[in-house]
């Protein structure tokens, strides 16, 4: 287990995690990204799911700390087992940061913008971020505000790696972290979702995330329209399907379980049949689904890589 590198004495500090597997030229951008911010993390930690000694290289390259996972532990895993090691060395009042290593920072100043924030609000609040969304606990599905609700501090339920979330280590001691059987998918919408079952608010400013739709073009956009991408790999939608309706049956309502089971898997298998011009496409989206209602979680199908193959339609846990 890696330790944290030596930082200052100011407090409170910004410990940010990026998860990677097999991309180091988009691992080395976003790693030059952050420390290009305005306002830097004091400690930076690379979790690698490949275990790849050139990763590792590139990570103290940046004076990043590495953690090699000793399997594919899936960004859900990478995630938690890093929380793990760091809670017991931070601050009550530290802050930690979630980067997706194919995705920089949009501007120089976006750590500072959000902790700027972050050092702002009340004690209740355990995160903030760049955009969010909103769960339905009714039909157990996840919902993108439009533009004309984004005022002040928007309340939302999710914050997607991708939005660069930065969680209070005290509100993560007390609900603990992500949850690693989860895997890929979701795992920033229930942990969102455990934070509030512990009385914490998840919150995003609004200019923010105006800017953030704005830069990449997304402002005006209706809920289909913004819906973002479908995935045609089979184990992308495996997981998809599986923990969303899990997630519905553990944090929805009576019929939470049924609607996300007919919108998120019903529906993705017959358009996986639909674009794949064959039945046995809808087995990933039929068998989350099975796994989903039998509460069996973990890493049931294993990823080669992260693959990249998209087809226009749906978007996961970050949405904007």
Known sequence: MSTLPTVGTAAPRVHAIVVTFRRNAALAETLAAIGGQTRPPDTLTVADNAADPATASLARRFGAAY????????????????????LPQVDEDDWLLIVDDDNPPQTSTTVEDILETALSVDPTVAAVGCAGGWFSRRSGLLRRPPD??????????????????????????????V????????????????????????????????????????????????????????????????????????HGGPIAPLVATIRSGLFSAAADVWRGRSVRAAYPAVRGMMDAWRGRLGAVVVPEGYGENVLPEVGTAGVD
Do not use: C, K
């Not at 953690?67 to 760091?86: C, D, F, I, K, Y």
């Not at 914490?200 to 200019?207: E, F, K, M, N, T």
């Not at 209706?222 to 049956?249: D, E, K």
């Open 67 to 86: 953690q090699a996972m000793s399997e594919n532990l899936g960004p859900a895993g990478a995630l938690a087992h890093v929380m793990t090691s760091l």
């Open 148 to 177: 004309d609700a984004l005022v002040g501090l928007v309340d939302v339920d999710a914050i997607g790696g991708g939005q660069f979330p930065i969680y209070r280590a005290s509100a993560v001691r007390r609900s603990g972290p």
């Open 179 to 250: 949850r690693a059987d989860l895997f890929f998918g979701f795992e920033e919408l229930e942990f969102g979702l455990r934070l509030q079952n512990h009385g914490y608010r998840l919150v995003v400013p609004a200019d923010v995330w105006l800017q953030s739709r704005h830069v990449l073009g997304r402002t005006g956009m209706n809920a289909r329209q913004a819906a973002g991408v479908r995935t045609t790999s089979a184990w992308r939608r495996y997981y998809s399907v599986r923990n969303l309706i899990w997630i519905s049956r553990t």
